[in-house]
């Protein structure tokens, strides 16, 4: 009933940009929290970002002045713009929403950064 479909990822140099976008579509009124996690194989899964509805936003510490996480609460998407990309932000990005309760995940995008 719930799908989220992730695009955007790809491979960019150090100090590039890219631009990952999120949609959610199905049967859902609302959307509490959406966010973006990164995972590399062998690695946990970590938050990226989040952003409650129209409240502030939350970011890891080592993405912290270089990413920007935004929503369309109408659209039910978020986006985030990766700015001055490091070869340590490469991993498979993860688009999530949180709604009573239940979490939501995408398939997932590569995100790839060369030195």
């Known amino acids: 009933q719930v799908r989220l479909v992730e695009s955007g990822g790809g491979l960019v140099q150090g100090g590039g940009s890219l631009r990952l976008s999120c949609a959610a579509s199905?049967?859902?009124?609302?959307?509490?929290?959406m966010g973006w996690y990164r995972q590399t194989p062998g690695s946990q899964r970590e938050l990226v970002a989040s952003?409650?509805?129209?409240?502030?936003?939350t970011y890891a510490d080592s993405v912290k002045d270089r990413f920007t996480i935004s929503r369309d609460n109408a659209e039910k998407t978020v986006d985030l713009q990766m700015n001055s990309l490091k070869p340590e932000d490469t991993g498979v990005y993860y688009c999530?929403?949180?709604?009573?309760?239940?979490?939501?995940w995408g398939q997932g995008t590569q995100v790839t950064v060369s030195s």
């Open positions: 199905g049967t859902i009124f609302s959307i509490d929290t």
């Open positions: 999530h929403a949180l709604f009573r309760y239940n979490n939501y």
């Open positions: 952003m409650r509805n129209y409240g502030p936003a």
